[in-house]
């Protein structure tokens, strides 16, 4: 479960992503981080559905991967971390391992486009990375029957394109949720 410890840090990382927003900082400094309800939204769901099997698509400095990996921790499974910038993903680790859930994260630097490929059975993922890359990421996944995909800012970037896209897909069920910067939530046949 999320302990205070895990919200505790997911708050910091927001926090500093929402002061940084305010700043002058350039969008190459700047952190981008998933709001803290939609972290508990997906660790939930992680847990619920005894997700043993995760991957994320842009890990970033870490709320996803400490939600993410705080479940797999419950459920005795392993979370996927692809980023491609080597600052986030070097402090995402220092995050986890002063968590105690790094043993729980499968770190991987570079283009999760190179990456996606080569990771079969996954049950649940995560899409959080460049907008434009969501649809030809969400084709490279290889979900096991029955898996969620989870993409984020749907709402804040308009992404409609991914949203038809995801719904035209025979036999999925999709929905858009109002949490955080807006979640669609994607459960394949
Ligand atoms: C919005 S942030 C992710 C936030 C993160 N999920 C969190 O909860 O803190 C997007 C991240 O995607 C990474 N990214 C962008 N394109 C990528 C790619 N092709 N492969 C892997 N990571 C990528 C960026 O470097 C950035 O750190």
């Known amino acids: 479960m999320l302990t205070e410890t895990h919200r505790r840090e997911i708050s910091r990382l927001w926090e500093r992503k929402v002061a940084q927003d305010a700043s002058s900082l350039s969008n190459a ?8 309800d939609s ?12 997700v043993k099997r995760a991957v994320e698509i ?18 005795g499974g392993t979370l ?3 980023e491609i910038e080597p600052r986030r993903q070097a402090e995402s680790k220092e995050t986890t391992a002063r968590l105690g859930l790094d043993v729980h994260v499968d770190y991987r630097l570079g283009d999760a486009g190179a990456a996606l490929p080569a990771i079969a059975d996954v049950e649940m993922a995560l ?4 907008k434009q890359d969501y649809v ?14 989870v993409a984020d800012n749907v709402l804040s970037h308009h992404l409609t394109e991914y949203v038809a896209h995801v719904r035209a897909v ?20």
């Open 29 to 36: 400094e700047r952190h981008r981080n998933l709001h803290p």
């Open 80 to 82: 996927i971390s692809l």
């Open 136 to 149: 030809r990421f969400f084709d490279r996944l290889r979900m096991r029957a029955g898996g969620v995909v």
């Open 39 to 50: 972290a508990e939204l997906l660790h939930a769901l992680a847990v619920g559905l005894r």
């Open 170 to 189: 025979p036999g999925a069920e999709s929905i858009t949720l109002a949490v955080g910067q807006g979640l669609e939530i994607t459960r394949l046949p």
């Open 127 to 130: 899409i959080d990375c460049e």
């Open 58 to 75: 842009g890990g970033s400095s870490g709320i996803s991967t400490i939600a993410l990996a705080a479940a797999m921790q419950a459920t």
